[in-house]
């Protein structure tokens, strides 16, 4: 090392989706997750799967407790929510999926494996919503 700190990455918001295997709500949530951090908000918004957290993955943990989280539930349970708090984080939005379904019925997921195009419609208005909470949380605002 030539004794200079590295400049630190910039905080990005953290997305924690449902892992709900073998649920059409859960697979929308993770498409949803993906979406948003691999194509609407990469370079402002990273993800940090469930199980890691439920795992107690200091790496994972770390992120939640250093920068505000959304989470995406696929089911009234809301482990992802749960999880964040559990690991010391702080959940500036969270997303239901039946909620955002209600906005957009016209969007019926079906498919667990693969989405019916429905349903890769209803996790991109989903994530089209959620990226619209990191713009917010970027800029300095709190969404809630």
């Known amino acids: 090392m030539n004794g200079k700190k590295a400049a630190s990455p910039r905080a990005k918001v ?41 795992l107690g993955d200091a790496e994972a943990r770390a992120a939640v407790a250093a920068n505000p989280a959304i989470s995406i539930d696929g089911c009234k349970l809301a482990c992802a929510t749960k999880m964040v708090k559990e690991s010391g984080g702080t959940v500036a939005k969270d997303f239901a999926v039946l909620d955002v379904y209600r906005r957009y019925r016209q969007f019926k997921p079906q498919g667990i494996a693969e989405l019916n195009e429905q349903g890769r419609q209803l996790a991109r208005a989903l994530a089209d919503e959620a990226a619209q909470v990191v713009d917010d949380l970027n800029a300095g605002g709190k969404s809630g």
Do not use: M, N
């Open 14 to 54: 953290v997305i924690v989706p449902c892992s709900g295997i073998g649920k059409s709500y859960g697979t929308v949530s993770r498409e949803a997750a993906y979406d948003l951090t691999e194509e609407l908000r990469p370079d402002a918004a990273q993800l940090v799967p469930l199980s890691l957290l439920v």
